[in-house]
Protein backbone atom coordinates (compact mmCIF):
# COMPACT_ATOMS: atom_id res chain seq x y z
CA UNK A 1 0.00 0.00 0.00
CA UNK A 2 1.68 3.17 -0.80
CA UNK A 3 2.36 6.04 1.59
CA UNK A 4 -0.22 8.51 0.10
CA UNK A 5 -3.16 5.59 0.63
CA UNK A 6 -1.57 5.21 4.33
CA UNK A 7 -2.17 8.94 4.60
CA UNK A 8 -5.25 9.07 3.85
CA UNK A 9 -6.50 6.51 5.35
CA UNK A 10 -5.00 7.68 8.46
CA UNK A 11 -7.06 10.89 8.81
CA UNK A 12 -9.96 8.55 7.78
CA UNK A 13 -9.26 6.47 10.86
CA UNK A 14 -9.08 10.07 12.82
CA UNK A 15 -12.74 10.78 11.35
CA UNK A 16 -14.07 7.54 12.08
CA UNK A 17 -12.56 8.15 15.75
CA UNK A 18 -14.31 11.22 16.13
CA UNK A 19 -17.48 10.35 14.79
CA UNK A 20 -18.48 6.65 15.64
CA UNK A 21 -22.12 6.89 13.42
CA UNK A 22 -20.22 7.68 10.24
CA UNK A 23 -18.77 4.42 10.02
CA UNK A 24 -21.30 2.37 10.38
CA UNK A 25 -22.46 4.07 7.21
CA UNK A 26 -20.15 2.05 5.13
CA UNK A 27 -21.25 -1.55 5.08
CA UNK A 28 -17.84 -2.11 3.47
CA UNK A 29 -15.92 -1.42 6.12
CA UNK A 30 -18.27 -0.71 9.20
CA UNK A 31 -16.29 -4.04 10.84
CA UNK A 32 -13.00 -2.22 10.77
CA UNK A 33 -13.21 -1.09 14.76
CA UNK A 34 -9.37 -0.51 15.67
CA UNK A 35 -7.06 1.63 14.12
CA UNK A 36 -5.30 -1.30 12.72
CA UNK A 37 -8.13 -2.51 10.99
CA UNK A 38 -8.98 0.59 9.43
CA UNK A 39 -5.66 1.84 8.16
CA UNK A 40 -4.95 -1.94 6.99
CA UNK A 41 -8.49 -1.81 5.36
CA UNK A 42 -8.14 -2.29 1.67
CA UNK A 43 -11.96 -1.10 1.29
CA UNK A 44 -11.30 2.12 3.52
CA UNK A 45 -8.09 2.92 1.42
CA UNK A 46 -10.60 2.73 -1.84
CA UNK A 47 -13.05 5.26 -0.17
CA UNK A 48 -10.30 7.31 1.21
CA UNK A 49 -8.72 7.89 -1.96
CA UNK A 50 -12.34 8.32 -3.90
CA UNK A 51 -12.82 11.35 -1.50
CA UNK A 52 -9.19 12.94 -1.87
CA UNK A 53 -9.66 12.35 -5.61
CA UNK A 54 -12.93 13.82 -5.72
CA UNK A 55 -11.24 16.69 -3.80
CA UNK A 56 -8.25 16.98 -5.92
CA UNK A 57 -10.97 17.29 -9.11
CA UNK A 58 -12.86 20.02 -7.39
CA UNK A 59 -9.47 21.85 -7.34
CA UNK A 60 -8.28 21.39 -10.26
CA UNK A 61 -11.84 22.39 -12.08
CA UNK A 62 -11.95 25.72 -10.07
CA UNK A 63 -10.34 27.23 -13.44
CA UNK A 64 -13.23 25.92 -15.31
CA UNK A 65 -16.50 26.99 -13.09
CA UNK A 66 -19.27 25.64 -15.02
CA UNK A 67 -17.90 22.14 -14.94
CA UNK A 68 -16.71 22.73 -11.04
CA UNK A 69 -20.40 23.30 -10.10
CA UNK A 70 -21.17 20.61 -12.46
CA UNK A 71 -19.04 17.96 -11.10
CA UNK A 72 -19.30 19.12 -7.06
CA UNK A 73 -23.15 19.20 -7.39
CA UNK A 74 -23.36 15.81 -9.07
CA UNK A 75 -21.23 14.29 -6.24
CA UNK A 76 -23.38 15.77 -3.50
CA UNK A 77 -26.48 14.61 -5.00
CA UNK A 78 -24.94 11.27 -5.44
CA UNK A 79 -24.96 11.14 -1.20
CA UNK A 80 -29.06 11.23 -1.33
CA UNK A 81 -28.85 7.77 -1.97
CA UNK A 82 -26.83 7.02 1.45
CA UNK A 83 -29.55 5.95 3.40
CA UNK A 84 -29.36 7.46 6.74
CA UNK A 85 -27.06 10.23 5.27
CA UNK A 86 -27.05 13.87 6.85
CA UNK A 87 -25.62 17.31 5.14
CA UNK A 88 -23.73 18.05 7.91
CA UNK A 89 -22.15 14.83 7.31
CA UNK A 90 -19.91 16.88 4.50
CA UNK A 91 -18.38 19.45 6.91
CA UNK A 92 -16.71 16.37 8.94
CA UNK A 93 -14.02 15.96 5.80
CA UNK A 94 -13.05 19.23 6.77
CA UNK A 95 -10.34 19.23 9.38
CA UNK A 96 -8.84 15.39 8.15
CA UNK A 97 -8.45 17.33 4.67
CA UNK A 98 -6.83 20.02 6.16
CA UNK A 99 -4.47 17.56 8.21
CA UNK A 100 -3.61 15.41 5.02
CA UNK A 101 -2.70 18.34 3.16
CA UNK A 102 -0.26 19.90 5.89
CA UNK A 103 1.17 16.43 6.38
CA UNK A 104 1.53 16.12 2.48
CA UNK A 105 3.13 19.66 1.96
CA UNK A 106 5.47 19.71 5.43
CA UNK A 107 7.57 22.48 5.68
CA UNK A 108 5.73 24.53 2.80
CA UNK A 109 2.66 24.27 4.31
CA UNK A 110 2.59 28.06 5.64
CA UNK A 111 0.00 29.82 7.42
CA UNK A 112 -0.68 31.43 3.83
CA UNK A 113 -1.25 27.95 2.07
CA UNK A 114 -2.83 27.20 5.08
CA UNK A 115 -5.70 29.87 4.64
CA UNK A 116 -5.72 28.92 0.57
CA UNK A 117 -6.66 25.49 1.34
CA UNK A 118 -9.40 26.45 4.09
CA UNK A 119 -10.91 28.93 1.80
CA UNK A 120 -10.91 26.16 -0.64
CA UNK A 121 -12.37 23.26 1.16
CA UNK A 122 -15.00 25.65 2.24
CA UNK A 123 -16.31 26.76 -1.10
CA UNK A 124 -16.18 23.01 -2.31
CA UNK A 125 -18.28 21.71 1.03
CA UNK A 126 -20.63 24.28 0.30
CA UNK A 127 -20.94 23.31 -3.75
CA UNK A 128 -21.28 19.72 -2.31
CA UNK A 129 -24.32 20.81 0.48
CA UNK A 130 -25.82 23.11 -2.74
CA UNK A 131 -25.83 20.23 -5.18
CA UNK A 132 -27.23 17.87 -1.81
CA UNK A 133 -29.87 20.19 -1.14
CA UNK A 134 -30.97 20.40 -5.12
CA UNK A 135 -31.47 16.89 -5.58
CA UNK A 136 -33.41 16.95 -2.56
CA UNK A 137 -35.84 19.63 -3.44
CA UNK A 138 -35.99 17.94 -7.09
CA UNK A 139 -39.36 16.36 -7.72
CA UNK A 140 -39.84 12.73 -7.99
CA UNK A 141 -40.12 11.94 -11.86
CA UNK A 142 -42.38 8.51 -10.78
Same mark, same amino acid.
Given at each position: %?? !????? !???????????? /????? %?????? /????????????????????? %???????? +?????????????? /???? !?????????????? +???????????????????????????????????????????????????
Amino acid at each position: %MN !SQILT !SNFYFYRLFEEN /QDLLN %MFEKFR /QCRTKEEQINSMELAEHANNV %MNTLDEGI +KGLDDLDNFFAFIH /QVGA !SHRRIPGFKVEYFW +KIEAPFLAAVESTLGDRYTPNVENIYKITIKFILETLIEGYEKAGNKPNST
